[in-house]
């Protein structure tokens, strides 16, 4: 289409992301095949290449809010992981509830965020172009 904006990404940038593809199978790998210290090492790259998508995205409000939402879902992931890891996931807490359902926090928070962009932010900025 000749009048559509358009959302170009560095490929520097893109190289970046796909690097993060890497680490974040990584250590899904490593949960599955419980591989504790890879899978532990790959939490801090993943996250922090993800904090710094996030970042670097910070002028498109859509952008912005699906990368955080990818940040609290890595966050609540990669503590569920080290709770099986460690073998405090079906530690009671308070209750029925045990150490591995604290991931609900970081989970909800990254909802919350795609919850408020799509519910508000689009209703009220309907005309305004975004990624997403």
């Not at 690097?19 to 993943?46: E, N, Q, R, Y």
């Amino acid at each position: 289409m000749p009048n559509e904006q358009t959302y170009n990404v560095p490929i520097r940038f893109r190289k970046m992301e796909n690097m993060h593809i890497i680490f974040w199978l990584l250590k899904d790998i490593s949960w599955c095949m419980v591989w504790k210290p890879l899978g532990i090492a790959m939490i801090f790259p993943t996250l922090i290449i993800a904090i710094v998508i996030s970042i670097k995205n910070r002028n498109y409000v859509s952008e912005v809010c699906h990368n955080w939402a990818i940040v609290f879902w890595i966050a609540a992931n990669s503590y569920w992981m080290v709770s099986e890891f460690f073998e405090f996931d079906e530690v009671l807490v308070y209750g029925d509830i045990s150490y591995k359902y604290i991931a609900i926090i970081p989970f909800a928070m990254g909802i919350l965020i795609l919850a408020w962009y799509y519910l508000v932010f689009k209703m009220i900025h309907k005309k305004k172009a975004e990624t997403m």
